[in-house]
């Protein structure tokens, strides 16, 4: 094949004269293009390095101290109080560049200042994290901020500096806090007393007194000392117990997806849109590498930890027999691509050059065009990533260990992320409100092998030009994902654009070589293996029951006047939502940051609380007074916005008892309680999708240019996942999944009863409804 040919920088053949070597000056000259690229970018993480390393200093600053110094010295002041002569005496006398008393004065002046510059970078780094372990600013009410907070927020401000870098922080970033066991307990009894009848809340409340006093002082100690030596001391143990340990599919069970602008439409060219998108995706991962990425920041003042970038590209999850292994290179330069059962490897870069949206549009439309049939066993490979990780693991090292299929998987998991090319078209219509719903399904599990749910995230194109992503959880969260999307969805509709027929801007280069074939050998035991794996995640597919809806009467703008966070609204919300379609209250989950603390990720908000089921349990009645009514919704509200302060601050419940139950396993301890606790089944699992990361747009100017979040699928077999997102002033999107196979659940059901909660507690505060 021409490709191959292109690929081969020389080659020989062995004849009686000897040996005739054939040079390739094109392919000579890419990999010395390709060379020169990599000494570029090792350079620029050198240059970053340096000047992470010393951050808030720069060497500007450095200089300033120089020549202070040497200022000082000229006007005959001694501002080193007789450290400068004391180093000069130390100097090595009479050889080389020290021979002269004036030259041995300067190095002795340089030396005092970059020490006194050091010192006062470690001194203001210290005073940035003392200052940024203050959380009094979140317990503050909205309005009524103290003057302590004021002081605070200026000094945090001055001690930041001008340019902060992505990973300028992350050395001034507290640690996570260890919190003490009898609080966790207290906290945890208070989160499910109301739950539990008097007989269970007893047993549990002895379990928990026992725990206290028996095991946990020993499981504690052993956690404070972790705390004490690693940066973090749940990120680790997060990663590899809940995500890489798991066995059963990644797909539905811990995949999840994000859907792209739905009121919008700059294409319908599936090859142009791609085009757009690779280009702006490739564009956020050089800014990545060279840290010119701002860091996130809470009110613009308090940075939030910015290390699970790091794995964004170049990522696969690899599968073990007892455990995954994640795989991260420090670059790729191509994108492997799923169409129409074939795998293609398509090349990002011409030499150094980045190729432009209209070359990779004209790439993509090549494999669009290819007629070549799928290999044996090709078609449904993908469904590998799809089925039970043992029996990946297993034919992965049987099968994919050496020649042409190693080669092949190497391509795909050394990809800078991969391309799933749909063959149907996926549309929000305002009109239809299945087609949501359609679209997410699409996006959450495809045709079960048309993904490959390993990457980091599987970038999904459908014939119309609508993209979505699958994005692979053990990585990073959800917000992470998003901000890289905001960057993209923002470059491609208001720098790159499109031409009046809907192609990407310019003329493409057409002596650019095809995207590369991979080629397989699969045999039939193989291919047995993958039908099995087919099957498996067909019928978990086939159970996902998804129901995805827009809701339109209000929004963020109207619940501010209820005077409550939204999120607190759409949370007690949902526990009626729950009360209405089950009858009963549940244990339910929702997903907060811990990310102002150096690599934290997440904490459980138990947002079932006591204040909201005596506040649902009153609008089930219906006999209370608005007044009382009004009453008891705002110290739900109070509550949950404590809650989520809390586990925000490290004072949440669950990753310290997971942590405390790792502890007891490593020391063979056995634990009721903590047994107990960890089993416990998460029938409502909920998340807000986080948006305006980056401010790539005016919302305000084009309120049309929203994304409708994402979605998950259900935790618990007889429960509900939902995600939604609180999409500007005037609507919010959410994503309700359950399964099929349960009798008391049913995802539509449970999304009319939200829809109806939210009215419901609307018409509490009289707040004025657009027509639904």
């Known amino acids: 094949m021409a490709e191959a040919h292109q690929a081969v920088a020389f080659q020989f053949t062995v004849t009686p004269e000897g040996v005739d070597f054939q040079l390739s000056r094109e392919a000579l000259k890419h990999i010395y293009l390709s060379g020169i690229n990599s000494w ?74 970059t020490g006194v510059w050091m010192t006062g970078i470690l001194f203001f780094r ?72 008097d007989e269970e809340y007893y047993r549990m409340e002895t379990l928990a007194k026992e725990f206290q006093e028996k095991t946990a002082p020993r499981l504690q100690k052993y956690l404070v000392l972790k705390s004490w030596w690693a940066t973090n001391y749940v990120s680790d143990w997060w990663e590899e117990y809940v995500y890489l340990r798991g066995r059963t599919p990644l797909m539905v069970n811990s995949n999840y997806y994000v859907m792209d602008l739905v009121l919008v439409k700059n294409t319908d060219v599936q090859a142009a849109r791609l085009g757009n998108i690779v280009h702006a995706m490739i564009m956020y991962r050089r800014k990545l590498d060279r840290e010119e990425i701002k860091p996130v920041m809470a009110l613009g003042i308090v940075p939030m930890c910015s290390y699970q970038m790091e794995r964004m590209f170049n990522t696969t999850r690899i599968p073990g027999k007892d455990t995954d292994v994640l795989q991260h290179l420090t670059d790729s330069r191509h994108v492997a691509v799923y169409h129409k059962g074939r795998f293609f490897k398509l090349w990002l870069y011409e030499g150094s050059r980045l190729l432009k949206p209209r070359d990779l ?85 495809g045709s079960c092998y048309n993904r490959w749910f390993d990457k980091s995230f599987t970038l999904i194109a459908f014939k119309n030009g609508q993209l979505g ?42 002596v650019l070589a095809p995207p590369q074939r991979l080629q397989w050998d699969i045999p039939e035991q193989c291919q047995a293996v993958i039908e099995s794996s ?65 690599e934290g990720r997440t904490e459980t908000v138990r947002s079932c609380t006591c204040e909201s089921t005596a506040f649902v349990q009153a609008m089930v009645q219906g006999r209370h007074l608005k007044a009382d009514l009004q009453d008891l919704f705002r110290k739900a509200a109070e509550k949950h916005q404590n809650a989520c302060r809390l586990a925000m601050t490290g004072a949440g419940i669950d990753r310290h008892l997971f ?68 999409a500007g002033e005037n609507t919010i999107f959410f994503h309700v999944s359950s399964k099929f196979s349960s009798s008391e659940t049913n995802a539509q059901r449970f999304g009319n009863h939200i829809r109806q909660a939210l009215l419901d507690i609307a018409d509490l505060f009289q707040v004025p409804k657009a027509d639904s």
């Not at 747009?697 to 996942?721: I, Q």
């Open 40 to 113: 570029k970018k090792r350079l620029i993480r050198i240059k970053n390095g340096i000047l992470r390393g010393v951050y808030p200093g720069s060497p500007t600053s450095w200089l300033v101290v120089v020549m202070t110094t040497l200022g000082s010295s000229y006007c005959h002041v001694d501002i080193s109080m007789g450290l400068v002569c004391f180093i000069q005496r130390w100097l090595p006398e009479g050889c080389g560049p020290y021979r002269t008393p004036q030259t041995r004065t300067l190095l002795s002046m340089a030396i005092f200042s």
């Open 126 to 197: 210290q005073t940035l994290k003392l200052l940024l372990s203050y959380h009094g600013w979140l317990f503050e009410m909205h309005g009524q901020t103290s003057h302590f907070t004021k002081v605070w927020a200026m000094c945090v401000r001055l001690l930041s500096g001008q340019r902060p870098m992505l990973y300028s922080f992350q050395t001034s970033l507290p640690k996570l806090p260890v919190p003490s066991v009898s609080a966790t307990i207290h906290r945890y009894l208070e989160s499910v007393q109301h739950l539990l009848d």
């Open 361 to 445: 549009e004209m790439q993509f439309q090549r494999i669009l065009d290819d007629p070549s049939p799928p290999q044996p066993g090709e078609e449904r490979l993908a469904a590998l990533t799809a089925g039970g990780r043992v029996e990946w693991a297993q034919v992965r090292q049987a099968f994919f260990g050496s020649g042409k299929n190693k080669a092949a998987l190497d391509a795909i998991e050394r990809a800078a992320f991969f391309v799933a090319l749909d063959e149907e078209s996926h549309r929000y219509d305002p009109e239809d409100e299945a087609s949501l719903s359609l679209y997410g399904k699409a996006l959450l599990h």
């Open 469 to 510: 992503l699958n994005t692979e959880h053990t990585w990073a969260d959800a917000p992470i994902i998003g901000h890289l999307w905001e960057f993209v969805l923002g470059t491609d509709s208001f720098d790159l654009g499109y031409s009046e027929t809907g192609h990407c801007l310019g003329k493409p280069n057409p």
């Open 534 to 598: 087919y099957q498996v995640a067909k019928a978990l597919a086939d159970d996902v029951e998804l129901y995805c809806f827009q809701f339109l009467p209000f929004g963020k703008g109207l619940i501010k006047k209820c005077r409550t966070s939204p999120d607190a609204f759409v949370q007690i919300a949902l526990q009626l939502a729950y009360f209405r379609d089950r009858g009963k209250f549940c244990l339910t989950y929702e997903a907060s940051m811990t990310r102002m603390f150096r």
């Open 659 to 726: 942590c405390l139950y790792v502890v007891s396993k490593f020391l063979g301890v056995s634990s009721p309680f903590l047994a107990e606790v960890l089993s416990e089944p998460w029938r409502l699992s909920t998340s807000q999708t986080a948006q305006f990361q980056i401010r790539m747009f005016d919302p305000n100017k084009y309120p049309n240019h929203l994304g409708a979040g994402g979605g998950f699928g259900p935790v618990a077999n007889d429960g509900y996942g939902v995600s939604y997102m609180i």
